[in-house]
């Protein structure tokens, strides 16, 4: 069974610019999550989708934006990009429903804005 | 105070040697409890998921979890150099509110098996 996928591995944005960020869930799983892990700050929860709606936001401002398509692929965009932007942004999946929530996490796309 | 909180590490063990891995929550409604693996470089691998009280066994590793205080723990037997990552503990809450679906991680503790 594929995991959990993300493109691109890698990506250099200059400060200002906007990035959009890929992931597909593993087959059968219909909600998403989109994490931070900056240095020294750990993984961060940032957004959350399921059936194509967003269900819980952390704290980041607005210009951290995504969506999720009919076949729960996800896009996480950030506009106005921040050098403090700079991180590994991390696409979990999860089955949905229920007592639990396993969430599986993509390898990730590096982002680094200069 | 944090939300979620690991022991601080580094944690080095000698290989055979058990290593144990304590996480404390603060959030008493929290109700789903994970351990996360992660090698340097890569992105997370869940190990192990609990959520009632007591033990749950897999293999070499034994999560622990007691609700009344609030902790998290992680034993891994047999220990091997394979072993060295970071461990994640990281707490969910399945309910309404502003926690609801996300995944609260602590810091993470790093784990050195030496041969």
């Known amino acids: 069974e594929a995991g959990v996928t993300q493109s691109p591995t890698h990506l250099i944005k200059t400060r200002g610019q906007q990035a959009t960020l890929r992931c597909s869930p593993i087959?059968?799983?219909?909600?998403v999550y989109w994490y931070q892990q900056a240095l020294g700050l750990g993984l961060q929860f940032l957004l959350w989708?399921?059936?194509?709606?967003?269900?819980n936001r952390g704290n980041f401002p607005p210009r951290f934006s995504g969506r999720q398509f009919p076949n729960y692929s996800s896009e996480l965009n950030v506009n106005a990009l921040e050098l403090e932007d700079s991180a590994l942004y991390l696409c979990?999946?999860?089955?949905?429903?229920?007592?639990?929530?396993?969430?599986?996490f993509g390898p990730g796309t590096r982002l680094t804005v200069t | 105070q944090k939300e979620v909180e690991q022991n601080s590490g580094p944690l080095s063990v000698p290989e055979g040697a058990i290593a144990s891995l304590n996480c404390t929550y603060s959030?008493?409604?929290?109700?789903?409890f994970f351990w996360y693996r992660q090698y340097s470089g890569k992105s997370p691998e869940l190990i192990m998921s609990?959520?009632?009280?007591g033990d749950k066994e897999d293999g070499r590793f034994t999560a622990q979890l007691n609700k009344a205080s609030q902790y998290v723990s992680l034993l891994i037997r047999d220990s091997q150099p394979s072993d060295s990552a970071t461990y994640l503990c990281?707490?969910?809450?399945?309910?309404?509110?502003?926690?609801?679906?996300?995944?609260?991680f602590g810091q993470g503790t790093i784990l050195t098996v030496h041969p």
């Open positions: 979990a999946s999860s089955l949905w429903g229920g007592h639990s929530y396993e969430q599986y």
């Open positions: 087959s059968g799983h219909t909600s």
């Open positions: 989708y399921d059936e194509g709606e967003e269900r």
């Open positions: 959030d008493r409604g929290s109700q789903s």
């Open positions: 609990i959520y009632s009280n």
């Open positions: 990281a707490v969910g809450y399945n309910a309404g509110g502003t926690s609801y679906g996300k995944l609260t």
